[in-house]
């Protein structure tokens, strides 16, 4: 008969001690031993670790900063409203100022009269001069010539007066004849008040 029995875990490793008597030591006595550990192992015994499921690893999407596109090209500007200095016999044979015509002041406020000897003092103008033309001596000859889309009129107030132009070239004026040296104001006007017009002013001593 089975008097007495105690087990003890020490890292998952178990001892047992057993005082049986020595009276009884039968076969089923054994048995029923053997079934007791089975059991106590059984539920004692550290379950089989399982594998953790794989966590998806986390992405970080960033979107790329943006590109600053620096153009190669250099940007090209049109000079507009410029002054010139010229003496007979310039070159290039031809000089071209670039404006917008236009205004809200009468032509003839500006000129002190209505008419000159090349043409009528009409249209609007700006308060000060597109151009500034300085002759540093006499010319013989000289002509300014406007060529425009739309309907401009000229004034130019230098040495010796003020003069007008309108439609001479297609609804362009034209000034031409000799001149006096000294610094001439031209101003590139339209013939109705507000209205504008990219211009090109041609100075030239050719015909």
């Not at 600053?68 to 090209?73: M, N, Q, V, W």
């Not at 739309?150 to 010796?160: F, K």
Request: proline content about 7%; hydrophobic content about 35%; some cysteine.
């Amino acid at each position: 008969m089975l008097e007495s029995s105690f087990f003890a875990k020490k890292d998952q490793t178990y001892i047992l001690w057993i005082f049986c008597g020595m009276r009884d030591s039968s076969t089923r006595s054994l048995l029923t031993l053997a079934a007791i550990i089975t059991a106590l192992i059984a539920v004692d015994a550290p379950a089989r670790s399982q594998p953790l499921p794989k966590t998806p690893p986390t992405v970080e999407i960033s979107r790329p900063d943006k590109t600053e596109i620096t153009s190669a090209k250099k940007a090209s500007f049109v000079r507009m409203f410029e002054d010139i200095a010229i003496a007979p016999n310039f070159s290039p044979k031809a000089i071209e100022l670039r404006g917008i015509s236009g205004g809200d002041v009468e032509t003839q406020k500006t000129s002190g009269r209505k008419s000159t000897e090349t043409g009528d003092c009409i249209g609007f103008i700006d308060i000060a001069p597109d151009h500034k033309i300085t002759l540093t001596k006499p010319f013989s000859y000289l002509k300014l010539q406007v060529k425009s889309s739309g309907d401009t009129i000229m004034l130019v107030r230098g040495p010796g007066g003020s003069w007008c132009s309108d439609d001479i070239s297609d609804r362009n004026p034209e000034i031409s004849g000799d001149w006096l040296a000294g610094t001439y104001e031209v101003w590139i006007g339209s013939y109705e008040k507000n209205t504008s017009f990219p211009y090109l002013l041609k100075v030239t001593e050719q015909p």
